[in-house]
Structure formats: C-alpha cells, structure tokens
C-alpha cells in the first residue's frame, strides 16, 4: 500500500512556483478603466476580498471560482464583458 501525500505538508519552493504565472492581464485592464482593487471588492456583490483580486493581479493561480468572483466584478465595475481568457494567462483555452 502506497501512503497518500499529506494535504497538510508545506509545499516545496517548486510546487509553489507552479502555481505562480507572474503578473497578469487583469492588472492592465485595472489600469485602463482606471479603476483600483477596492473599487471591485465595491462592484462585487459576492465575498471578494482585496487579497483576492491582489493574488489575481500578481499571478497567483485562483480557483476557477475566484476568478470568477474577479471577472464578474471587473464586468460590473468597468461596463464591459470581458471572459477569464482575457484577465487570466493561465487559464485552459478551449
């Protein structure tokens, strides 16, 4: 019987990178509208955060959940309908 990995063990530095793709198209469309991470925890009328659309901005790989929450909210507060393949590079195209 082979043991299962522990969910709680820390990551290594390699796992941690793999789920960090840098910095994101969400980033310049902020800049665009003019528009800053608050002003989307405002649009949202879901439970986002501004460490949320902060990790969306950076890179960090979100949930497809989360990005959702990040991409409705970018929607509301700009006017526009953008999709997850516009503010995400990491997200599977199909």
Do not use: C, W
Request: proline fraction near 5%; glycine fraction near 8%.
């Amino acid at each position: 019987m082979t043991a299962e990995p522990d969910e709680r063990a820390p990551r290594t530095e390699e796992q941690a990178s793999e789920r960090n793709h840098g910095p994101q198209p969400i980033g310049a469309l902020l800049e665009r509208h003019g528009l800053k991470p608050a002003r989307l925890v405002e649009a949202s009328g879901e439970q986002l955060t501004h460490k949320m659309v902060a990790r969306a901005v950076k890179g960090r790989e979100l949930t497809a959940n989360v990005r959702g929450k990040v991409l409705r909210a970018l929607n509301a507060a700009s006017g526009e309908s953008y999709t997850e393949r516009d503010l995400f590079t990491y997200v599977q195209r199909s």
